[in-house]
């Protein structure tokens, strides 16, 4: 498949002050030379516990933050250097889901106007009858009658706001959608409602997704690929049924390990790490993970491990074989 998004050794620091009196700085490693890419039609992930930068990579690509060093490739331009007009046109094909559906809204505007506003941003409607009708379908499409278009975001439940959002993102044509956490805020019934309904827009629609998230058991269901970050680095990067099966990295193992297992009487042995997440300003030498890691070695101390192949596309950061 042709990849659609490229990320090239993407890096993202932010400087902190060291106080009135002091005149150090201390930075933020928040992403750390991430790399890999989305094809059309696919899903990629993007996991790993609250803090690993993967929200913060979703904001470079968006370039809703600006990155310290690295590229973005969209469709073959990078559009780290694009000007106003050729972000413009990036923006109509990439598309973005936040967490909270409500904050991510005006209650002031009912939905036919929210979901209306990227149709008329990027001039795909002559007239405003045109756009009434084009709002109209893609709710039905998202599995709300036409009618809501007249009603206002706090007459929905939270599933149904993150519907409205989820059609807003579809209106302008996106052929990649963002989703930040897109169904973290929701209750268990509803988070499933919602990944059924990406996995069938990308059936029918043939739509890429880049989805962030820490539920493994949500990524699990609706993936093509995965990547496991950790401490603003990518430790692993797998295809589903590899990753989910034959996880590499211990990290990776001790995340999966923490998934519940429906089936009765099944058991998984769980790996409970010690320690808390270093931080991010002053992240340990050699493998981010040594401090955590029941694996750990002298060589995990002092040498940063590079991703490396192990099997069809299979890739992991660790020293041990």
């Known amino acids: 498949m042709t990849a659609l998004l490229e990320v090239s050794a993407l890096t993202k620091h932010f400087p902190l002050s060291g106080g009135f009196l002091s005149r150090s700085r201390e930075t933020v490693r928040a992403v750390d030379g991430v790399s890999f890419s989305v094809a059309s039609g696919e899903t990629l992930?993007?996991?790993?516990?609250?803090?690993?930068?993967?929200?913060?990579?979703?904001?470079?690509?968006?370039?809703?933050?600006?990155?310290?060093?690295?590229?973005?490739?969209?469709?073959?331009?990078?559009?780290?250097?694009?000007?106003?007009?050729?972000?413009?046109?990036?923006?109509?094909?990439?598309?973005?889901?936040?967490?909270?559906?409500?904050?991510?809204?005006?209650?002031?505007?009912?939905?036919?106007?929210?979901?209306?506003?990227?149709?008329?941003?990027?001039?795909?409607?002559?007239?405003?009858?045109?756009?009434?009708?084009?709002?109209?379908e893609l709710l039905v499409q998202v599995g709300l009658p036409a009618d809501a278009a007249d009603r206002y975001p706090h007459e929905f439940s939270g599933g149904q706001r993150q519907r409205i959002c989820i059609a807003r993102a579809l209106a302008p044509g996106a052929d990649?959608?963002?989703?930040?956490?897109?169904?973290?805020?929701?209750?268990?019934?509803?988070?499933?409602?919602?990944?059924?309904?990406?996995?069938?827009?990308?059936?029918?629609?043939?739509?890429?997704?880049?989805?962030?998230?820490?539920?493994?058991?949500?990524?699990?269901?609706?993936?093509?690929?995965?990547?496991?970050?950790?401490?603003?680095?990518?430790?692993?990067?797998?295809?589903?049924?590899?990753?989910?099966?034959?996880?590499?990295?211990?990290?990776?193992?001790?995340?999966?390990?923490?998934?519940?297992?429906?089936?009765?009487?099944?058991?998984?042995e769980r790996i409970a790490l010690v320690g808390d997440v270093p931080s991010p300003i002053d992240p340990p030498p050699g493998c981010r993970f040594h401090t955590r890691c029941p694996l750990a070695f002298d060589r995990c101390r002092t040498e940063e491990p590079q991703l490396r192949p192990i099997a069809g596309g299979h890739v992991s950061a660790c020293h041990r074989d």
């Open 45 to 136: 992930s993007i996991v790993g516990e609250s803090g690993c930068g993967k929200s913060t990579v979703g904001k470079l690509i968006l370039r809703l933050t600006e990155a310290t060093s690295g590229t973005v490739r969209f469709a073959g331009r990078d559009y780290g250097v694009a000007n106003a007009g050729d972000m413009k046109a990036i923006r109509r094909r990439l598309q973005v889901v936040f967490q909270d559906p409500y904050s991510s809204m005006n209650p002031r505007m009912r939905v036919r106007e929210i979901v209306a506003e990227p149709l008329h941003n990027f001039g795909l409607v002559a007239t405003q009858a045109e756009a009434t009708d084009r709002v109209r």
């Open 176 to 268: 990649l959608i963002i989703c930040d956490e897109a169904v973290s805020a929701l209750d268990v019934s509803v988070k499933a409602q919602i990944v059924n309904l990406l996995a069938d827009l990308q059936d029918r629609l043939g739509v890429a997704f880049l989805f962030i998230s820490h539920d493994m058991a949500i990524v699990e269901h609706l993936t093509n690929r995965v990547a496991v970050m950790y401490l603003g680095k990518i430790v692993e990067l797998a295809d589903r049924r590899q990753l989910f099966s034959r996880a590499h990295h211990p990290y990776t193992r001790a995340l999966l390990s923490a998934v519940p297992v429906p089936r009765l009487n099944a058991r998984r």
